[in-house]
């Protein structure tokens, strides 16, 4: 069972990205799978298309998932899904899964058809991070390249942060997982299958590369008739 939440909480993870690290768009312009890097740039884990994060075009149109627009995301016993909202706008920033302790938040945007956007976005990331403060390093892992953030905060508690990337078909979706330990492997282990079951759904509207991809109300497999 899945309980939907929804409000404009602060997460832990913006919190310690600081809000200009969680946009509506991203400005301008062995058992890890092996790094996929092609002449255009997109960046994932070459098994992307069998093992996600999914095109929707990649899934059968039979297995269940929660509606969210931009997201399809597969139900689990006591997942909590959480939607940010923008209240200005009433606009749906990001989407939150918290399970057994992990906080995976999720953000997908368009791209371009040819070229992907993490490498760039990587960079800017990381610059951000070091100017607050953090220590960060790029590590391989089971989506490719991802970033691995250590904060402090005022009252001396440290958080350990991964940002992960993937290009996809015209999308790029963007993770942050949080609320565990480097050294958690199996929380880390269920974090990153989180983000590999998701689905994206690009959508048909033309949008400019690094906007935010339209999402709406979280609508149950037994909901969408």
């Known amino acids: 069972m899945i309980n939907m939440l929804g ?12 809000d200009a690290d969680a946009p509506d768009d991203l400005g301008p312009a062995p058992a890890p799978a092996d790094l996929l890097l092609t002449e ?20 059968a149109d ?39 302790g992990v ?16 490498a760039d976005v990587r960079e800017q990331l990381r610059a951000s991070l070091t100017e607050q403060g953090a220590v960060v390093e790029e590590v391989r892992g089971v989506a490719g390249r991802e970033l691995r953030a250590r904060t402090v905060d005022d009252d001396g508690k440290i958080s350990e942060i991964r940002f992960l990337g993937v290009d996809g078909p015209r999308w790029f979706l963007r993770g942050v997982i949080s609320g565990i330990s480097f050294d958690d492997a199996e929380r880390n282990a269920l974090a990153e299958q989180l983000f590999r079951e998701v689905a994206v759904d690009r959508g048909a509207e033309p949008l400019p590369p690094r906007d935010l991809l339209p999402m709406h109300v979280p609508v149950a497999p037994d909901q969408d008739a």
């Open 7 to 18: 409000g404009n909480r602060r997460s832990s993870q913006q919190r310690a990205q600081g």
């Open 40 to 59: 255009d740039e997109k960046e994932g884990p070459e098994d992307r298309a069998q093992h996600g994060p999914f095109d929707t075009s990649e899934t």
């Open 62 to 100: 039979t297995h269940p998932y929660v509606d969210l627009g931009a997201l399809k995301i597969p139900p689990r016993d006591n997942l909590v899904l959480k939607v940010q909202v923008q209240q200005e706008a009433q606009r749906i920033m990001a989407v939150s899964l918290e399970l057994d």
């Open 103 to 118: 906080e995976l938040l999720l953000q997908p945007f368009a791209a371009p058809k040819s070229s992907g956007l993490w």
